[in-house]
């Protein structure tokens, strides 16, 4: 163990659950590191990715195994969703029913006359697939080997394995270069002609070929849909394996490397999926793999890996979190797990797994790959959890939370891409289900472009606000970076045409107050015509459009339309136990003081909303705080990272702080991996995002003299436990980069940078200042925010 006192003095004291295992030269504190193999447990195995290629590294002596990825591998196909002509008409009967509160005739026609036949629950939805497993076999004894090490270090994106065995020291490395879009392991050894394995590969798929040529191992496929109209998709693996000295031979379906000095797998990976509707087929895998090996052809080891470094961190090393005190990176990371538990002060591993949600966004989530999905991009079955989908109800939401603050903008991406094309299925949707203009998603979503409201379980799956709720993450990524360009091109369509939805698709209910019907509280229900969640994420979407149309200077006709509609929105409410009101019907609110649901939905406008804001709406801001006790901290993972940026948001950085000792201390794997339980890796990225947002909040909007800014309020959730730290290379919304030391719980300095010339309030406490910065420029200021 050893305390951090400032970035440079380390003193060593004795480990609280033993002696430090690991010299000071090895320890690093961007690291997860292990003394033992990971044997077949994936969530002890250390994750690589490069956006669209993930390796799962499991650092077995003998018997390696490399779980290879790739993001667009899919079982299901694309469905044309023209099947539904009554559709409207049921819809409409339905709304009626539910005001009328005949929830059980209403379910009955939505899910037989309204849902598509197809979509969630059916074959067509599909799941996102395992790929191929490398098998290495060394011959190594693995009860003789010592010296045993294996690590993933967050900052250059390298997971390493080295042992002794019979007087060698070997040593593996691998990565997965997003440059070179490959995945890659080499082999060395303090000794000369020492390199010796033999490599295979197993699947999970029934429909392969396995052929070794040469020096390559290809690995082809095809998905079984049991559908001959529709083919599944084509894949195919791709390895090569170069040495300096010694051989490689083909034999059977292996490749066997003899006596080399060192050796490298080159691992390339594709399916023939293209992001791009109605078909989402593109170039076949094989081609793609053959041209990714070639590009790369006469490049060495040394150079790929360089250059993987070199664009890692880039982005990783963007933001510097130290929060001083207790750091015990000289333990390995399962034992540093179970002592956080008994004390929970290790500051270092709360700074640890913040790196890790912002290492797992630049692995999963990169240009020209699919977003990340409830597993980010790793998978070991053909049938994961809830399909490894993309649930648009919170999960893939929170994906996202953190690439915005966390100054991860490249990562976004793949989720603008992703929506974009679902824009079109969705204009679909709209029209066919809801006789509507825009565009709608549901709350399962596929890279088949499905839309469609999916018949399993019926209501449980319409969520129609779905689409908005994405629209969400689509306008912050404007808002923290400024970017005129990508609000014109890319969020302005997306907005405006999840705001036509609504505009044709909102219902007014008792008071002349418009809401949603059919309304459903997330996994929560019941039918209802308003559940607040909704109508807080419609006012969101609004007002994110008509600021939206005026920056850009268009459609100032439905800006005003907006606007008007927006006030007449139903406004959150507080009930009968001080709490705010999930759904508009009193009697459904019989048990907010009991109910520990995971889903805080009626929170959307605390987090990630801006509806409520603390310290301007006093009587909300109490009423969120009732519920948030009501509901417990208790939770699966996802819910206690959502928890995090909501205690956060209602300034409470000790209640915020709690939380992240749960989550580490009772949802994580050896391996960091969140756990609803099962893994799912959204409670990563909540857990990232909600750590800054205890340290910089941007979300409030001042407007004056017309012109709008963001208030930058400094520090405002930090806990007792953190009282001396610092941070580098955060974003703040409005364009800004903000570096913040703190000392005994105040704030001693700020370095405030801007993207594009703007203006903002930073507020510290009741101390406020307005600023206007230059592009490029930075303003340094004290504690009591005065310029330096
Ligand atoms: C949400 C949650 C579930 C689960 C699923 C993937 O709908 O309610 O708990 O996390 O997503």
Not at 179 to 192: E, I, L, R, W, Y
Not at 547 to 573: M, N, W
């Amino acid at each position: 163990m050893k305390i951090l006192l400032g970035a440079a003095m380390v003193i060593a004291l004795a480990g609280i659950a033993g002696e430090s295992k690991l010299s000071a030269d090895e320890s690093q504190d961007l690291s997860l590191w292990y003394d033992k193999p990971a044997g077949n447990d994936w969530s002890y195995a250390l994750p690589l990715g490069n956006g669209r290629l993930g390796l799962m590294v499991f650092g077995n002596v003998d018997n390696e195994r490399l779980m290879f990825n790739e993001d667009s591998l899919w079982s299901g196909w694309a469905v044309e969703d023209a099947n539904r002509e009554g559709s409207l008409e049921a819809l409409k009967k339905a709304r009626v029913l539910i005001q009328q509160k005949k929830n059980k005739e209403a379910d009955q026609i939505l899910l037989n006359d309204f849902c598509s036949l197809y979509g969630y629950g059916k074959k067509d939805f599909g799941a996102f697939q395992s790929f191929f497993d490398a098998r290495l076999v060394t011959g190594h004894n693995p009860d003789a080997a010592t010296n045993y090490h294996r690590k993933l270090d967050l900052e250059v994106g390298i997971a390493t394995v080295s042992y002794t065995y019979d007087g060698v020291a070997y040593k593996r490395e691998a990565f997965c270069s997003h440059p070179a879009q490959v995945s890659v392991m080499s082999f060395t050894a303090d000794k000369p002609g020492q390199i010796s394995f033999t490599l295979s590969a197993t699947s999970l798929h029934k429909k392969i070929e396995l052929s070794a040529q040469g020096n390559q191992l290809i690995l082809s496929g095809q998905i079984e849909t049991g559908n001959t109209n529709f083919p599944g998709m084509l894949f195919e693996g791709r390895m090569q394996v170069r040495s300096n000295g010694g051989n490689i031979t083909a034999k059977g379906n292996s490749i066997c490397v003899k006596g080399a000095d060192s050796a490298t797998i080159i691992m390339a990976g594709a399916t023939n999926y293209k992001l791009e509707y109605p078909k989402y087929r593109g170039t076949s895998p094989d081609k793609k793999n053959i041209s990714a090996l070639s590009r790369i052809a006469s490049i060495s080891y040394k150079e790929l890996r360089q250059k993987h470094v070199e664009d890692h961190a880039k982005l990783f090393g963007r933001v510097d979190l130290t929060l001083e005190g207790v750091s015990r990176s000289d333990l390995p990371t399962n034992e540093r797990m179970t002592a956080y538990k008994k004390d929970r002060t290790d500051r270092g591993l709360e700074t640890l797994l913040f790196q890790y949600g912002r290492y797992l966004l630049i692995a999963s989530s990169r240009l020209g790959g699919l977003p990340a999905n409830l597993q980010g991009l790793w998978n070991n079955s053909n049938t994961p959890p809830w399909n490894g989908d993309y649930h648009l109800n919170i999960n893939m939401e929170m994906n996202y939370w953190p690439a915005g603050n966390a100054n991860l903008d490249e990562c976004f991406h793949p989720l603008a891409d992703w929506v974009t094309d679902l824009t079109k299925p969705g204009a679909e949707s709209a029209k066919i289900h809801y006789g509507a203009r825009g565009w709608v998603a549901h709350h399962c979503a596929n890279p088949w472009g499905m839309t469609a409201p999916g018949p399993r379980r019926g209501v449980h799956m319409l969520e129609a606000e779905s689409g908005a709720f994405i629209s969400q993450n689509i306008w912050d990524h404007y808002a923290f970076t400024q970017d005129r360009k990508y609000l014109e091109k890319t969020a302005w369509p997306i907005l405006k045409g999840a705001a036509l939805f609504w505009i044709d698709n909102l219902q007014e209910v008792e008071g002349g107050y418009l809401a949603v019907n059919p309304s459903y509280s997330p996994e929560h229900g019941p039918l209802s015509d308003g559940a607040y969640y909704q109508t807080m994420i419609i006012w969101d979407l609004f007002t994110h459009c008509i600021e939206a149309g005026q920056i850009l200077g268009t459609d100032a006709k439905l800006c005003k339309q907006l606007q008007e509609l927006r006030s007449r929105l139903q406004p959150p409410e507080i009930g009968s136990y001080g709490q705010i009101c999930e759904w508009r019907d009193p009697n459904l609110e019989k048990n907010a003081n009991k109910d520990k649901h995971r889903h805080v939905s009626h929170m959307y406008a605390v987090y990630p909303g801006h509806q409520i804001i603390a310290g301007r709406d006093k009587e909300l801001t109490s009423a969120a705080i009732k519920s948030m006790n009501y509901r417990g901290d208790a939770a699966t993972g996802w819910s206690m990272g959502w928890k995090i940026n909501l205690w956060a948001r209602l300034l409470d950085g000790d209640h915020a702080h709690k939380l992240i000792g749960n989550l580490i201390s009772s949802r994580l794997y050896p391996n960091l991996w969140d756990s609803h339980p099962p893994f799912q890796i959204d409670g990563n990225f909540g857990y990232t995002a909600g750590v800054l947002e205890m340290l910089l909040q941007s979300h409030e909007q001042l407007i004056d003299k017309n012109e709008s800014h963001y208030n930058i309020v400094l520090l405002p959730a930090l806990p007792s436990v953190w009282s001396n730290g610092s941070v580098n290379g955060l974003c703040a919304r409005g364009g800004f980069i903000v570096d913040l030391s703190w000392k005994d719980g105040k704030l001693t300095k700020i370095m405030l940078t801007a993207r594009q010339t703007n203006s903002c309030v930073i507020s510290y406490g009741s101390t406020k200042k307005e600023l206007k910065v230059r592009k490029g420029e930075t303003v340094h200021l004290d504690g009591s925010l005065a310029i330096l």
